[in-house]
């Protein structure tokens, strides 16, 4: 048998967003009000000498930063470059088994368990809620919960998030929390997903500044675990991943004391759900999201026309097709200025006049 190219990358593909200038993107799911003030301090400082030597070996700074912030012990911090790294490293650290999720599901989770050879399991969103055990399986694997859903936004109930865990300890398997837009549905003082993670030995909760710190060109990432799953992430993402000024920015940011953060998250909430309650009077099903974007359900039929009538008007969704829930566009919540350009577009659209 050859070794390469692989069979199972056969069925990858490059990960190719469209980055085209357009007068509003609400395509990625970026922070819209920008960077967080202390990383972008941070980064007006950073000189040459910083530019030529090694970053600490882990992100040290940002494992620093996170441990004071959530009170947690050091040792139960991973890095990495960005939510995704991070999973990355997990996912490598784990021998190749299933791994097992909720359908729909954010599109890069099943192509990094590809790429660390493990099988994708899918199982539909109201069966897996209806019985967490049909999720679970009763081999040991990876089971991926991605709260809030990408791309629905729809939250997981702790309650049955808690139910998942048992049933994964006792199987054996690894538990992964992804709440790269957790800030967006929890309180500030709201920790559910680390105490279960350090609870654990096998839990994971994995976390970005991608979104809610407005990092996402600094690729910051961590996550949260037990000491000795952190050792094995840490071991599986290896040594200078994350640059120096990205493990400084990321530690400026969480560190800080600024009200940037809650006057963000709070703007975002509040426009999240203007802008569907302005949707659902047009008409359109949207699900009640718990992220900083929303999901604007269509059928499969209108999904490519809408899409290329908003990016007419000169905005930027992102259509999804092919998923068990149906059909639709997700749009990034951010300032209300794009938010009434995406409103303008779709009454243009439904008019026939894009």
């Not at 790294?85 to 996912?91: E, F, I, K, S």
């Not at 919960?145 to 990408?150: D, Q, R, S, Y």
């Not at 037990?226 to 560190?255: M, Q, Y």
Request: glycine content about 10%; overall charge positive; aromatic content about 8%.
């Amino acid at each position: 048998m050859a070794c390469y190219p692989r069979e199972d990358f056969r069925l990858l593909a490059r990960y190719l967003p469209d980055r085209s200038p357009v007068a509003a993107d609400l395509s990625d799911n970026r922070n819209l009000w920008g960077a967080h003030p202390a990383a972008v301090k941070v980064l007006a400082a950073f000189g040459a000498s910083g530019l030529a030597e090694y970053p600490e070996a882990y992100g040290d700074r940002l494992a620093e930063a996170v441990s004071a912030k959530l009170r947690v012990p050091g040792n139960c911090v991973a890095t990495g470059v960005g939510g995704t790294g991070v999973l990355d490293a997990l996912m490598r650290a784990v021998a190749p088994t299933t791994f097992r999720f909720l359908e729909p599901v954010w599109p890069a989770a099943t192509m990094l368990a590809r790429m660390n050879g493990h099988q994708p399991v899918p199982t539909a969103w109201e069966s897996g809620l209806a019985e967490p055990a049909r999720l679970v399986g009763d081999t040991p694997c990876i089971v991926f919960l991605a709260n809030p859903a990408n791309p629905t936004g729809l939250a997981l109930p702790d309650p049955w998030i808690r139910a998942v865990q048992q049933l994964t300890e006792k199987v054996g398997s690894v538990l992964i929390i992804d709440e790269a837009y957790g800030e967006y549905g929890r309180g500030v003082d709201d920790r559910t997903p680390i105490d279960l993670a350090l609870k654990g030995e096998r839990t994971f909760c994995a976390k970005t500044l991608s979104k809610a710190y407005g990092l996402a060109g600094m690729r910051v990432g961590y996550g949260v675990g037990s000491p000795a799953l952190v050792l094995e992430v840490d071991k599986a993402r290896g040594p200078f991943a994350l640059s120096g000024v990205a493990s400084a920015a990321g530690a400026a940011a969480v560190s800080s004391d600024s009200l940037w953060l809650s006057r963000t998250l709070a703007e975002a909430r509040e426009n999240r759900s203007r802008l569907t309650d302005s949707l659902r009077r047009r008409g359109f099903s949207v699900p009640t999201s718990a992220a900083n974007f929303v999901f604007i359900e269509l059928p499969a039929a209108k999904l490519e026309p809408t899409a290329r009538g908003l990016e007419r008007c000169g905005v930027r969704v992102r259509p999804f097709r092919g998923l068990a829930s149906g059909t639709g566009l997700r749009a990034t919540v951010g300032p209300w200025d794009p938010m009434r350009q995406l409103l303008g577009g779709l009454d243009r659209v439904g008019a026939g006049r894009s």
